[in-house]
């Protein structure tokens, strides 16, 4: 059963184009949303995060939105470069979870940007 | 230098051969994982610690052991390694004290995995 699930698998944006990738969540326990991205040959990273008392957060050209009543968040990536290239992962977890501290993670998007 | 490391980078391996992968942090994180990378699959966790001594199951455990008896190490061993274990295997640490904009949510710091072959 997938709990956090991602849109699109992949993704082709052109240079300077949006890229924007989904994520739906199920559990409403969830309250901590952060973005990861994946360069080939590398672990995860995170990227940025949000909580749900805002509904956007930006840093820098990544921005996520988030719409707590459609338990929707998403993250826009503006002025896409071919350095963006990778594979994106949402996730969602509990914040005050003890010594929970697992992650849900969508299933990741392969992101390719053209030059 | 400070940070998590995974060794070996590579391996390959035969069915039925034990073989144990090795994450070792230096940020004396209380938290660690272990995860699978498939195609399709996602990132999927094995095994997680939230101190020493002290691992839990993750959502596939079958056909892996942990241990941790020190903070900054937190080996995965295929006791019986089979196919479906072919993989690229992530180690993750992550702190205990509270996040940025409270909660106890810290980012999750990986390594750069070890991708494991099983003949």
């Known amino acids: 059963q997938q709990q956090v699930k991602q849109s699109p698998q992949s993704l082709i944006v052109q240079k300077g184009g949006i890229s924007i990738i989904n994520c739906a969540y199920e559990?409403?326990?969830?309250?901590?949303f952060p973005w990861y991205q994946q360069f080939p040959g590398k672990g995860p990273a995170l990227l940025i995060a949000?909580?749900?008392d805002v509904s956007e957060k930006k840093e820098g050209r990544f921005t996520i939105s988030f719409n707590k009543s459609a338990k929707q968040f998403s993250l826009h990536i503006m002025d896409s470069q071919p350095g963006d290239s990778a594979t994106y992962f949402c996730?969602?977890?509990?914040?005050?979870?003890?010594?929970?501290?697992?992650?849900?993670w969508g299933l990741g998007t392969s992101l390719a940007v053209n030059p | 230098d400070a940070g998590i490391t995974q060794s070996p980078r590579y391996k390959i391996t035969e069915t039925g051969r034990q073989v144990t992968l090795m994450c070792h942090q230096t940020?004396?994180?209380?938290?660690m994982f272990w995860y699978r990378q498939d195609l399709g699959h996602g990132l999927r966790l094995i095994y997680y610690?939230?101190?020493?001594?002290?691992?839990d199951k993750g959502e596939v455990p079958d056909g892996y052991v942990v241990s941790r008896s020190k903070t900054e190490n937190f080996p995965l061993t295929l006791e019986s390694a089979t196919r479906s274990q072919t993989s690229v295997y992530f180690c993750?640490?992550?702190?205990?004290?509270?996040?940025?904009?409270?909660?106890?949510?810290?980012?999750?710091?990986f390594g750069d995995g070890t991708r494991l072959s099983i003949l």
């Open positions: 559990n409403t326990a969830f309250d901590y």
């Open positions: 949000i909580r749900p």
């Open positions: 996730a969602a977890s509990p914040v005050n979870a003890g010594n929970n501290r697992k992650l849900i």
């Open positions: 993750a640490s992550s702190d205990n004290r509270q996040g940025a904009g409270g909660g106890l949510n810290q980012p999750q710091h």
């Open positions: 610690s939230a101190a020493a001594d002290i691992t």
């Open positions: 940020w004396s994180h209380s938290y």
